[in-house]
């Protein structure tokens, strides 16, 4: 591995002097943003995430706040989820899709009123697509990137640390919903969601300057309960099937090729703009789609499409791999066509150091 | 400094075999792929630079390709610049702006035909603001991203390099023009363009698997030049005032700000989406503006804006900043308030390493 250089462009985060703090050792760019992506091993980050709790700089999650009159009409817009019924309070998962329902992002929209969302996004810059498509509609709105930066509490000890810090109030926050907690006399949206299977929260911090103060309160709060600095981890992703925008899907692959049809309301999203593209994938499914691959291990890092094939037929591909110290397994993410998608299928995968055995899951290892 | 984790998000690109046979060192993260920083260092690399030839991965500069009917149309409103005189057979460096004027990317446009424009992308995904655009507008274009990657070849010796490959017609291509040569049976624009001040060229490449054939036969013929794999060089950029979207400018910054006014005809850029809101700048001209800066050395590495104070008054920031070994000073970039832009003015500039004496100057270094 190369080292990453710095610069400007590569934004630093509200959090990036507890990062470095703590040892930080590997890093990779989200949204123009450094993002960690390993502290002590991926597999010991992994461990300690399942057993105690962490606290995450995903600042690099970025929001793209939309405000006016017309912010839900755009909202809807966006995504082929049917957002009528949703009410402020609530987090959705939307897939965002163009007008080929091809995937432009995957975020988290976060409706903090009727008249104002936040979209928590993965990796692309969305907002140049809303700016876009509201400058074309001239729609009544202001789009902007707003000073807040995520800040993850993961893990199963996360209700007790969060507690210490905001309050047992938040003990209460259903999954997916959200509040907002007070921090040093400031007010900040904390919902329960996050990048990972164990559990937790998610800190919408308002304001750079607010970010020391309350990582730093975390990790004194914590210190009994093993807190450690983490960030999303690999292996525990792949797992519990958590996709990763750019890795695993992009602008080619519709929601359903993701395996998102179940947020997919297209008959009734009206006004979505890639609506009339996506409504007979809706109906008749995909032909090809996103599956848990079990690899044969050990398997190495994942940074190229790994070809899936069935003798001398390409059949689909691999776009994240890890080995799991759980499952004593090669774990994986793979795209596969509808010919060999039945959990059980027995396939291979040409890896760059070498083929390796592969199976089709019925479902994720979570 | 950091190691980067690579993933399949961090795009790999046609040339990366042979970047990493050439030993790369560091990285950055440029339109989601991986962009070379340095192969010995950064200081033998700008020395090289200056007295030899070297093959670049600028894969990262992705294309936008623009094909239709209205494709001139999308293209003049994206831009203030007045494109009417342009021909195919020419390339023009575009400052793109939203409806308030801002920066949203600083490509060069490659004018293909009339119906069919590249646009050579600086790190922001300018593919979704056009799309929204001309989604929104109902325009008669198809916009995509193909399979076409940059290799540059820049240096003193670039043209007798490019000629032993490409025959001795790329010695008559002009500033900022292209022409379509032939390598191995495959047509390619080569262009005389680059991110540097050494002279040389851009080959868009058609196809990824023609990438390491064309890298390979550089390197074979350029044996006795000393030809050796470089990249955009940091020192040598900040020496010649060459911009970097994102770390000298964003979204919030006019093209005036940036210096770039010689490529605005806002008057007459009839259509461009930013055109009412940058009439004004346009005529009166702006509060700050993007100047070279000398800094008493040796500077850290500036990834984070650095205050540029007279006193305890804040007006600017350094952007860019490095150590030239031909200037033996400090060379920046920063962006300076009216009040304090004139050539001479002493300034002070704090880094994280302390502050440093600083001095507007009238022109960068070349």
Chains 1, 2 share one sequence.
Not at 64 to 76: C, F, N
Not at 153 to 168: E, I, N, T, Y
Not at 193 to 209: A, C, N
């Amino acid at each position: 591995m190369a080292l990453i250089s710095p610069s400007r462009r590569l934004r630093r985060t509200p959090f990036s002097d507890g990062v470095e703090a703590a040892g930080v050792k590997g890093y990779t760019v989200y949204n123009h943003m450094l993002l960690p992506t390993v502290f002590h091993s991926v597999e010991e980050d992994y461990r300690h995430l399942k057993e105690a709790v962490q606290v995450w700089d995903v600042a690099c999650e970025r929001q793209v706040e939309l405000r006016g009159p017309d912010a839900a009409r755009l909202m809807q817009m966006l995504t082929p989820r049917d957002l009528r019924g949703m009410l402020p309070g609530q987090c959705f998962y939307v897939p965002i899709v163009d007008e080929t329902g091809g995937m432009l992002n995957d975020p988290v929209a976060v409706k903090l009123a009727e008249d104002r969302w936040w979209i928590s996004i993965a990796d692309s810059d969305l907002l140049l697509w809303v700016k876009g498509i509201a400058y074309g509609y001239r729609l009544d709105v202001l789009i902007d990137e707003p000073d807040v930066s995520p800040l993850a509490v993961q893990g199963p000890k996360s209700d007790d640390l969060m507690a210490r810090v905001f309050g047992d109030a938040v003990r209460d926050i259903r999954f997916f919903r959200f509040g907002w907690f007070e921090f040093q006399g400031r007010s900040h949206v904390v919902a329960r969601s996050g990048y990972s299977k164990q559990g937790g929260f998610e800190i919408y911090v308002d304001g750079t300057d607010a970010g020391m103060p309350l990582w730093n309160a975390l990790m004194e709060a914590g210190r009994d309960l093993d807190v450690r600095a983490g960030c999303p981890n690999l292996i525990e992703r792949i797992e519990g099937g958590l996709l990763s925008y750019g890795n695993d899907m992009d602008r080619t692959n519709t929601p359903h090729e993701c395996g998102l049809g179940r947020f997919c309301n297209t008959a009734t999203a009206i006004g979505c703009v890639g609506r009339d593209a996506l409504l007979r994938v809706a109906t008749d499914g995909p032909v090809r789609q996103i599956r848990a691959i079990e690899i044969e291990g050990p398997v190495p890092g994942c940074d190229r499409f790994w070809p899936l094939m069935d003798g001398d037929k390409r059949v689909g591909r691999v776009t994240s791999a890890a080995n799991s110290p759980d499952f004593g397994t090669g774990v994986a993410i793979g795209m596969v066509r509808m010919t060999h998608w039945d959990a059980g299928t027995e396939l291979r995968v040409d890896t760059p150091d070498g083929p390796r055995a592969a199976r089709v899951r019925e479902a994720f290892w979570i």
